[in-house]
């Protein structure tokens, strides 16, 4: 079993950035890829970026567009994503993930572990 903890959430101004975390415990979680989902009010879950469990491979939505960066830090059990220049838009709860997801990256049902979330609020 692996257990997902995020946190860095929050409320910010439009352009703002922000670090989110999320910390893993159980033994498998260097051998896990670890990505970032999240849903807005109404909206279904959506991709935002996975990291494969040796760092070497990193996957983006189409529409992050070089402002988040995910990242790993296999010995700290521990994934971040970094959000530059946030947007109203990008307002939802962002959920870790965490599994064995092979071609199927965006798809939330490719991941066999979820965190509980983080709320970010983007606002003037």
């Known amino acids: 079993q692996v257990q997902l903890v995020e946190s860095g959430g929050g409320l910010v101004q439009p352009g703002d950035s922000l670090i989110l975390s999320c910390v893993a415990s159980?033994?498998?979680?260097?051998?896990?890829?670890m990505g970032w989902f999240r849903q807005a009010p109404g909206k279904e879950r959506q991709f935002v970026a996975t990291?494969?469990?040796?760092?070497?491979?990193?996957y983006y939505a189409d529409w992050v567009k070089g402002r988040f960066t995910i990242s790993r830090d296999n010995t700290k059990s521990t994934v971040y994503l970094r959000m530059n220049d946030l947007r109203p838009d990008d307002a939802a709860v962002y959920y870790c993930a965490a599994g064995r997801p092979g071609p199927q990256v965006g798809e939330a049902a490719a991941y066999g572990y979820w965190g509980q979330g983080t709320q970010v609020t983007v606002s003037s």
């Open positions: 159980g033994r498998t979680f260097s051998s896990l890829a």
């Open positions: 990291i494969s469990y040796s760092r070497s491979n990193t």
